[in-house]
């Protein structure tokens, strides 16, 4: 007993380092909406606000986890290889030019898989073992980058 | 007599206090938001954005400051003066339908008359024709250069302030009028073509500016990391200053020859141009920017040109950068001016002398400098950076650079060295 209980926080924990080692932002759609993929220019150009359609034509929502979710740092790092602070300073010159509000955020993975779920035209990201580990699979489409 | 500052007859651009149709227009906006539907709207955002910089100069016997407007400056008026940089801003930004928003944005900063008095920097309505074409009317800010829309906003930006040898050229930022905007997407390449026309007045320490029949057309490329900008506009420029008809008047006295240079110098309804073309790449981990500005004014203010690169390299949340630039005039530093042969009287030769001497005094002091300047950025917080800024300004001889509050004893040329810390901050 003792032992199968150690073993199985030891697997959790096991699974807790490989987890966190392997963290990998996906970015997602709406199982309803057709993108199967992006290029990184046109989902980095989508995130700065300086396009506003798929390629589909059909208008796209991205939408953002909140600033300081670990999602959101691996997000801008690993798709677009800008910081939190450049981010921060690349709205600040649309916000205070009247050009423009940066995405709506979401409080975490869950919420974001339910509004992207929710919504053809959002485009968002979380975290490749929230989609495994939820049942959220038939609701989403991971888009590929290429 | 024209122991003026120079520089402030540059005030072309922009900024009035006549505002009624702009006012009215965003107070009815904001009168229909509460009757306005829809899903997103309407929705109201407050933001904010400020600095608290303190600047320290070696040259007590003129003003450092970062807008030639205004009346204090770090050198004479303080040893270390928080009234060059420090601003808070806010705005106020309403999307009453998914094409219908507008824009309100006050900023407390040193003012013409050295007071702190909130001024309305944005106050318009934009109208999304289509996602692409966006019109405006009302108070908006002139884009004659690349960060010239954020100028204020010192999160926004690299550096403590934007460099002054382009920058000066329009050193005010607001006009009332009408703008057009348009986006096209070719490929992977975003191109924004932007026009404007309004007007401006803009007051200084001593006297205004007006801009009459403003324009303005602008080019915006961006590619991945790089984009390119270019602009181009035009105005009918006129500055009253006390002293400044005096003087040209006095010219008049001495007949064709004074008429002709009183013609040539004074800034009465004078056509004004400038161009200016900008770059920057910025891959993630370092960037490099520049930009090159020249403006023709076919008066007193003369033919001015200007340059500037910036580098910076990307260490963590710190960013070491470096920027030189030059400040120079290509028209005439010298002006024979009246010919004193042709008056025999003494006293109308000696008010002849007198005349050719200041007019040639003033030729000569217009901005002509090189600056150097090393920082660093560090984005400590998030919403907040520390930045820290050395500048070694080298002025050519005879010119007053771009210092302000000139006193007596000031050694035209020379150099300058100023230290600045400042925090900014958004929110």
New interface residues.
């Given amino acids: 007993m003792r032992i199968r209980l150690t073993s199985s926080v030891l697997g959790l924990f096991l699974a807790l380092i490989v987890g966190s080692a392997s963290a990998e932002v996906v970015v997602v759609v709406s199982a309803q909406n057709p993108t199967e993929s992006l290029t990184r220019a046109q989902l980095t150009d989508i995130y700065l606000g300086r396009l506003n359609r798929f390629p589909s034509g059909e208008s796209v929502t991205p939408i953002d986890q909140r600033e300081g979710a670990t999602a959101h740092r691996l997000f801008y790092r690993d798709y677009l290889g800008q910081t939190p602070a450049q981010i921060k300073a690349h709205w600040s010159k649309l916000i205070f030019t009247g050009r423009g509000q940066p995405p709506r955020s979401v409080a975490d993975d869950s919420a974001m898989a339910d509004t992207v779920a929710a919504s053809p035209d959002a485009l968002g990201y979380l975290d490749s073992t929230y989609l495994d580990s939820a049942e959220v699979g038939d609701r989403l489409r991971v888009v590929v980058i290429e | 007599m024209p122991v003026i500052c120079h520089e402030v007859y540059l005030a072309v651009g922009v900024m009035s206090k006549t505002l009624g149709i702009a006012i009215a227009a965003v107070s009815l906006v904001y009168a229909l938001i509460g009757q306005a539907q829809g899903a997103e709207t309407p929705r109201l955002?407050l933001?904010g954005?400020g600095t608290l910089g303190i600047v320290h100069s070696d040259e007590d016997r003129a003003d450092f400051t970062s807008n030639i407007l205004v009346p204090r400056g770090a050198g004479h008026s303080s040893d270390w003066s928080a009234e060059v940089d420090s601003r808070l801003?806010l705005?106020l930004?309403a999307?009453l339908t998914p094409r219908v928003?507008s824009?309100v944005?006050v900023i407390a900063e040193q003012q013409h008359n050295g007071k702190y008095m909130p001024e309305l920097e944005?106050a318009?309505v934009?109208f999304d024709v289509t996602?692409d074409l966006s019109l405006?009317a009302g108070r908006?800010?002139q884009s004659t250069f690349m960060s010239s829309?954020?100028r204020k906003?010192g999160?926004?930006t690299p550096w403590i302030r934007p460099p002054l040898e382009v920058y000066r050229m329009i050193p005010v930022t607001n006009f009332d009028g009408f703008d057009a905007s348009y986006r096209s997407?070719i490929g992977?390449v975003?191109h924004t073509l932007r026009g404007t026309y309004g007007q401006a007045d803009a007051k200084f320490s001593g006297g205004e500016a007006k801009a009459r029949q403003a324009w303005g057309v602008s080019s915006t490329l961006?590619w991945?990391a790089a984009s390119l900008f270019g602009s181009y506009g035009g105005s009918r420029l006129s500055i009253e200053m006390a002293g400044v008809d005096t003087f040209f008047d006095a010219f008049r006295l001495y007949g064709p020859e004074g008429d002709a240079i009183a013609d040539r110098y004074e800034t009465h309804d004078k056509r004004f141009d400038i161009f200016s073309l900008g770059a920057s790449y910025d891959?993630?981990?370092w960037f490099v920017m520049g930009e090159w500005a020249r403006s023709n004014s076919r008066s007193i203010i003369g033919d001015l040109r200007g340059w500037y690169v910036t580098g910076g390299y990307?260490i963590g949340?710190v960013t070491p950068y470096m920027t030189v630039a030059r400040a120079s005039v290509t028209s005439n530093l010298s002006d024979p001016g009246l010919s004193p042969e042709w008056w025999w009287h003494p006293e109308a030769l000696e008010g002849a002398e007198a005349l050719n001497e200041a007019l040639n005094t003033w030729l000569r002091a217009s901005a002509r400098q090189n600056t150097l300047s090393l920082g660093a950025r560090w984005?400590f917080a998030?919403?907040m950076?520390l930045t820290a800024q050395y500048d070694h300004i080298d002025i050519d001889g005879g010119s007053w650079g771009t210092l302000v509050n000139h006193q007596p004893g000031y050694e035209p040329g020379g150099t300058v060295n100023l230290f600045s810390l400042a925090l900014d901050f958004?929110f």
Wanted: hydrophobic share 30%; glycine share 8%.
């Fill in positions: 955002m933001n954005f801003g705005q930004t999307e928003s824009v944005q944005w318009n934009r996602p405006r908006m800010v829309e954020f906003v999160y926004a997407r992977e975003t961006e991945g891959p993630g981990d990307r949340a984005d998030p919403n950076a958004v």
